[in-house]
Antibody, heavy 121, light 108 residues
Framework: QVQLVQSGAEVKKPGASVKVSCKAS????????MNWVRQAPGQGPEWMGM????????TYGQKFQGRVTMTRDTSTSTVYMELTGLRSEDTAVYYC??????????????WGQGTLVTVSS | EIVLTQSPGTLSLSPGERATLSCRAS???????LAWYQQKPGQAPRLLIY???SRATDIPDRFSGSGSGTDFTLTISRLEPEDFAVYYC?????????FGQGTKVEIK
């Protein structure tokens, strides 16, 4: 079955960087975008950006431009999200989620299990 | 950026009752790119509805979506105990995705 498995929880100090991974299985890796979404405690989801695993092209949300980098490794069907210049407001659960590249509709399914990133001094 | 406003913030209902959740967009949204998700505590969101009205795989038919333009609705015809959760709408437009702030459906 289609599955996205993320790396484990991280604790970082303000100003540091974090890199979260998301390993895909059960489908053709290059046929779907991979998105990153974060959710702060008690808040709704917030889209950060997406990567096309086929060529590696990326689209980032305006809020995260300059601080986020998304990459992929096609040999292991894994995508990575690195966020730099961490501050306390970046404390959140970070999710990866698949979306179609082609087709009439657009949606996120499935989602990874989430990775808690805590930023604290 | 298109802003999605969900109402009400919290809906208090009993099992067996009908739930009607609203999602209003700040500007017109393509129905093809409007989705609904369910999230339970400690879990990732789960896709319920895509294309404004199409149920995702294995989603029971008590869930239905409707609407177009700027006004969209998620209806749960008869609430089951497992339906008490938070629901989010989502849209794609101008190369970015946005989510509503959510509606919590709680047991009355």
């Amino acid at each position: 079955q289609v599955q996205l498995v993320q790396s484990g929880a991280e604790v970082k100090k303000p100003g540091a960087s974090v890199k979260v991974s998301c390993k895909a299985s059960g489908y053709t890796f290059s046929s779907y975008y991979m998105n990153w979404v974060r959710q702060a405690p008690g808040q709704g989801p917030e889209w950060m950006g997406m990567i096309n695993p086929s060529g590696g092209s990326t689209t980032y949300g305006q809020k995260f431009q300059g601080r986020v980098t998304m990459t992929r490794d096609t040999s292991t069907s894994t995508v990575y999200m690195e966020l730099t210049g961490l501050r306390s407001e970046d404390t959140a659960v970070y999710y990866c989620a698949r979306s179609p590249i082609d087709g009439v509709f657009n949606w996120f399914d499935p989602w990874g299990q989430g990775t808690l990133v805590t930023v604290s001094s | 950026e298109i802003v999605l406003t969900q109402s009400p913030g919290t809906l208090s209902l009993s099992p067996g009752e009908r739930a009607t959740l609203s999602c209003r967009a700040s500007q017109s949204v393509s129905s093809s790119y409007l989705a609904w998700y369910q999230q339970k505590p400690g879990q990732a969101p789960r896709l319920l509805i895509y294309g404004a009205s199409s149920r995702a795989t294995d989603i029971p038919d008590r869930f239905s979506g409707s609407g177009s333009g700027t006004d969209f609705t998620l209806t749960i015809s008869r609430l089951e105990p497992e339906d008490f959760a938070v629901y989010y709408c989502q849209q794609y437009g101008r190369s970015s995705w946005t989510f509503g702030q959510g509606t919590k459906v709680e047991i009355k």
